[in-house]
């Protein structure tokens, strides 16, 4: 039996058309489905990689470093914390190297895929008890391949969606992928609340793990999400007229290196921010204070909550008073937090912490939800994904990963006291208030100089 093929095509048109509203509209435009597969990739990403941050203070001590005393331990469960942020620059070199040459897309599906096999990986390790050290070793090598996966993640995801982004609205749909952030963190919170209510002996033989192997699932969810989304019309654009980089990082490196060290600076405080509450706060509340983990983790879920709310609020501000308002004004609320999560730590009183924990994320989050904008306005487009992605990931490496072991030890100097931590993220708060200015300026130089794209003039909302 032949078939027709005209009905052949119309077949395939039917069923490969975009969803459309009652009045012939697309229901999602293609940059809102490039803004929610970010989001939901970004997620599935940094999910895996904020497992490892919750671990490494609940069990990785006990687990992967048992002969250690308890603060030795704790600092060697930090130090492999560390670990995956001395793989964030390398995937970002790595993966901005194929996702300026290749395309944003092809770059990000791998990336995903790595994540969730290297977290996978870690749930199902033995511990130092049945392995001995190779079991520490094992653990050190996967966290390297968390660092790879997400040190490709954020670039691709940010440029994916700000590359559709009709003309103006780039603020708001970067700001989207960077809700992936708190929803990751609320996801692993959640996830780990109702296991940390098992006793000792079942949490520390089988009840860590589950989070760890449920990222095969949130890995399948995201892969299906992030295949249906559209190559970047700014990159396809270059391939078309072979204008492709043929080698981005050496280019980055030789034409845009003083720029990317202004990013760098410009990331510490939503870098540093949300490690120094999510990792070194919970583990100050749960050994040094003595709360149950179960309260402390419900603590850190609220915190993650209030970041998820604040991004928007943060993001639409900016798109009516300009980014480097809502930065100067998130980095003032940042030094004004410090002090008052220092002193709600020193209370012992877990609302108050609560409540010092929440303010420290919420300033951080307003200058987080709109940086991304800035870094991505920053560099052309040949070299876009391999400068924004190494330039976050060395922050990365220099405050993020760095902020519980660098806040444990400036504890132990200061034989007790929180005071020094606070100096410390003071200076941060400076450090980054000196660097926006030249990324502002260069952002209204390149929005100056930007030609309307009709797609974009054209495309929905």
């Not at 968390?146 to 700001?175: F, M, S, Y």
């Not at 992928?177 to 609320?186: K, Y």
């Not at 720029?259 to 939503?270: H, I, N, Y």
Request: charged share 10%.
């Amino acid at each position: 039996m032949t078939s027709n093929p005209s009905l052949t095509v119309i077949s395939w048109s039917l069923m490969h058309q975009r969803p459309r509203t009652p009045t012939g509209r697309p229901w999602l435009s293609p940059a809102h489905k490039a803004g929610l597969a970010g989001l939901v990739g970004t997620a599935v990403e940094w999910y895996d990689f904020f497992v490892f941050s919750t671990a490494s203070t609940l069990v990785f001590p006990e687990l992967f470093f048992p002969g250690a005393q308890q603060a030795t331990g704790l600092l060697a469960s930090f130090a492999t914390f560390w670990v995956g942020f001395l793989g964030r620059p390398v995937g970002a070199a790595l993966f901005g190297h194929f996702g300026d040459r290749f395309g944003r897309k092809r770059s990000l599906v791998a990336t995903l895929v790595l994540m969730g096999a290297a977290t996978t990986g870690i749930g199902l390790l033995p511990r130092y008890e049945e392995a001995g050290i190779t079991a520490p070793v094992l653990l050190c090598i996967l966290r390297f391949v968390q660092g790879i996966a997400v040190g490709g993640e954020w670039g691709g995801a940010v440029l994916l969606a700000g590359e559709h982004a009709p003309q103006g609205r780039r603020v708001i749909l970067t700001a989207m992928v960077q809700q992936g952030t708190p929803l990751a963190s609320i996801l692993t919170s959640a996830v780990f609340l109702p296991f940390s209510r098992l006793g000792d002996g079942e949490f520390l033989a089988w009840g860590w793990r589950v989070p760890f192997l449920l990222s095969t699932v949130l890995m399948a969810v995201g892969l299906v999400i992030r295949l249906k989304v559209a190559e970047s019309p700014e990159f396809e654009g270059l391939s078309v007229q072979g204008r492709v980089a043929p080698a981005p990082v050496r280019d980055t490196l030789q034409r845009h290196f003083p720029k990317m060290a202004v990013c760098v600076g410009a990331c510490a405080v939503p870098v540093a921010g949300t490690y120094l509450a999510g990792t070194f706060v919970l583990s100050w509340a749960t050994v040094h204070i003595g709360f149950p983990r179960e309260k402390v983790l419900g603590v850190v879920l609220c915190a993650a909550v209030t970041r998820f709310l604040v991004q928007p609020v943060a993001a639409i501000a900016a798109q009516r008073l300009g980014v480097a308002r809502i930065c100067a004004l998130g980095l003032a609320l940042y030094l004004l937090a410090v002090p008052v999560t220092v002193l709600a730590l020193g209370s012992g009183s877990l609302v108050r912490i609560a409540l010092g924990v929440c303010a420290l994320e919420s300033a951080s989050a307003v200058v987080y939800a709109v940086v991304a904008a800035l870094l991505v306005d920053a560099f052309p487009v040949r070299v876009r994904y391999t400068a924004i992605s190494l330039a976050q990931q060395l922050a990365g490496v220099v405050f993020g990963g760095t902020a519980p072991a660098l806040a444990q030890t400036l504890v132990a100097v200061g034989h007790g006291s929180l005071w020094p931590v606070a100096l410390y993220q003071a200076f941060l708060a400076v450090l980054s208030a000196c660097c926006l200015p030249a990324l502002a300026s260069a952002r209204r130089t390149a929005t100056a100089a930007a030609c309307p794209r009709p797609e974009a003039i054209n495309a929905p909302g």
